[in-house]
Each structure stands twice: as structure tokens, then as C-alpha cells.
């Protein structure tokens, strides 16, 4: 076990975890934030992605030992209200189904938006490659993703 100080949604942290705990489980069994999904565990399906200094990364394979003071950002840190354009978006589109991947989907939709606010669709694609949905709500995601970007 080691004492880390996380900064988490802008506030600093501190949990006693072995060093190899993935944020993953920090986040969700330490701090209670559960919006951050367990998917698959490999870096493979995007369920648990969170903003590590502005880029949308994995939280299931990042150990807690490696993020240093870095900003960390969770899907309830990315707005006070839930009113973050891409949120408002998702919204308008309807996008969830089952809304299990969502929150994934959102912070990478959201890293995309902040470093290209106007992507193409083929820049879309790319970015949200790598967030699976078991619903298939891939065509409006793309949607939404095109209307924040307009707002
Ligand atoms: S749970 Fe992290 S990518 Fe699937
Ligand atoms: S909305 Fe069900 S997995 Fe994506």
C-alpha cells in the first residue's frame, strides 16, 4: 500500500492503494465516482475513459502510480450541471440506449471536440473507434458528436 494525491475534477485526492491499482478502481471503489464504467478491463471497448490532462485516455489499464499530479477528469467532473455541450447534444439526439458505454463515449467525444473542435466525419470515426456500444447507437453518436461541434 502506498498514499497517492490524485487531482481529480479539479480537487486533490488522496487514497491508500497498492501502487498497481488502476485508476479504474480507484475512481469507482475509493472515491465513489461510478460514472466511469468497467467494460473489459484491456483497454479494448472505451467504457472507462477519462480525460488525463485534456486527452481521452483508459482508465482500467493506467495505474494509480503513474499519474503523478496529472488532471484527471471523470464524467462528473466535465460539467457542474451535465450541461456541457457535448452532454446537451447527447440529449437533443437521444443518444442512449442501454447508456452503459455512454459515459465513455462522451469524454472521448469530448477530448475530440476540445482538440478539433470541427472534425470530419473520418476524424469522428477515428476518434471514437475505440468506444464500443453493445446497442449500436453508433449513428447518432455521430450525430451528436456533429451537433456539439456546431454549437
Ligand atoms: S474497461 Fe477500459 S477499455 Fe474496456
Ligand atoms: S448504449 Fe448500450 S452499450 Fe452503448
Known amino acids: 500500500m502506498a498514499t497517492f494525491k490524485l487531482n481529480i475534477n479539479g480537487k486533490e485526492q488522496e487514497v491508500d492503494v497498492d501502487p ?3 485508476v479504474l478502481w480507484v475512481l469507482r471503489d475509493h472515491l465513489n465516482l461510478v460514472g466511469t464504467k468497467y467494460g473489459c478491463g484491456i483497454a479494448q471497448c472505451g467504457a472507462c475513459t477519462i480525460h488525463l490532462n485534456g486527452t ?3 482508465a482500467c489499464m493506467l495505474t494509480v502510480s ?7 477528469t471523470t464524467i462528473e467532473g466535465l460539467s457542474e450541471e451535465g450541461d456541457h455541450p457535448v452532454q446537451k447534444a447527447w440529449l437533443e ?4 440506449q442501454c447508456g452503459y458505454c455512454q459515459a465513455g463515449q462522451i469524454m472521448t467525444a469530448s477530448a475530440l471536440l476540445e482538440k478539433n473542435p470541427n472534425p470530419s ?3 469522428i470515426e ?3 473507434n475505440g468506444n464500443i456500444c453493445r446497442c ?3 449513428t447518432r ?5 456533429k451537433l456539439a461541434a456546431k454549437s
Open 93 to 96: 439526439v437521444d443518444v442512449p
Open 126 to 128: 477515428m476518434a471514437m
Open 136 to 138: 449500436g447507437t453508433y
Open 66 to 72: 503513474s499519474v503523478g499530479n496529472s488532471e484527471i
Open 121 to 123: 466525419d473520418e476524424e
Open 20 to 22: 498497481s491499482t488502476p
Open 141 to 145: 453518436i455521430k450525430k451528436a458528436v
Open 56 to 58: 481521452a485516455t483508459r
